[in-house]
């Protein structure tokens, strides 16, 4: 029988956890790269120099979509969100590595996501054509407590089949999708920028995203951190219209 931590009461959060935990990301990394192309072992030579003076390149590997040179770097995310949210993210697959916390192997913990007060609830419109509305005070009120007491009720009978001696990975199942996980997620400045394109809205996007929110709220992190590692590639990418080369 697996062992039995203290009675746990469920916690619930309308936010999302991100930090960035490791890098080797720079604009330099773009330069020395895309330099091998015309000078070959000089290219060396380029490492560690300033890039500024050579932002034009930058901007013109972002805008006739080089791509290549915008790999040779690295961010690891430690990420906290509901499972909703992952189920989401690792559809991006090309240029990201992933290690999730498990269900089989520890006691999942009662933290639930609730959407918070600015969080609209309401869709207007057929599929692929719509828009959010914020809702009413009592669609809020209905959904504060119907996720709680759905959470509740399901985190009640998990804690009983583990106590009953149900394995955890089977006890798990009754779990709801805004359970919140944990996960590393590791990329590239391209696979990134890829990410952003699809998963947020911005003013200089070329092609409008219409992400779900929560998933937003991660790439909006991620590209705070990221911006301020590669300010050069960032900004490139927003003149360029936010598409990935």
């Not at 000078?39 to 050579?54: A, C, F, N, V, Y």
């Not at 009662?110 to 009592?138: M, W």
């Not at 089949?161 to 996960?183: I, K």
């Amino acid at each position: 029988m697996p062992e039995q931590s203290a009675d746990l009461q469920p916690t619930f959060r309308s936010d999302v956890i991100v930090q960035l935990v490791k890098q080797t990301a720079s604009d330099a990394d773009v330069l020395f790269a895309a330099r091998v192309s015309t000078l070959g072992e000089q290219s060396i030579d380029e490492i560690g120099k300033d890039p500024e003076r050579s932002k034009g390149l930058i901007n013109y590997l972002m805008r006739d979509r080089h791509g290549s040179p915008f790999e040779h770097n690295s961010m690891t995310f430690f990420i906290s969100a509901p499972i909703f949210v992952f189920r989401e993210f690792m559809r991006h697959r090309v240029g990201w590595s992933y290690n999730e916390e498990s269900g089989r192997y520890r006691e999942l913990q009662p933290v639930f996501y609730v959407p918070g007060p600015d969080r609209n609830l309401v869709q207007v419109g057929k599929a692929g054509h719509y828009r959010f509305e914020p809702g009413t005070a009592a669609q809020h009120a209905l959904v504060d407590e119907a996720m709680v007491d759905a959470y509740r009720q399901a985190y009640g009978a998990y804690r009983r089949m583990l106590a009953a001696g149900v394995a955890r990975e089977v006890a798990r199942s009754v779990l709801p999708v805004g359970l919140f996980s944990s996960c590393y997620a590791t990329c590239n400045a391209r696979s990134l920028m890829h990410f952003l394109g699809l998963r947020t809205t911005h003013p200089d996007a070329a092609t409008p995203s219409y992400p779900q929110r929560e998933i937003e709220m991660v790439g909006e992190q991620m590209e705070a951190e990221w911006a301020k590692l590669m300010p050069l590639t960032h900004a490139a990418f927003n003149t360029n219209g936010r598409i990935a080369p």
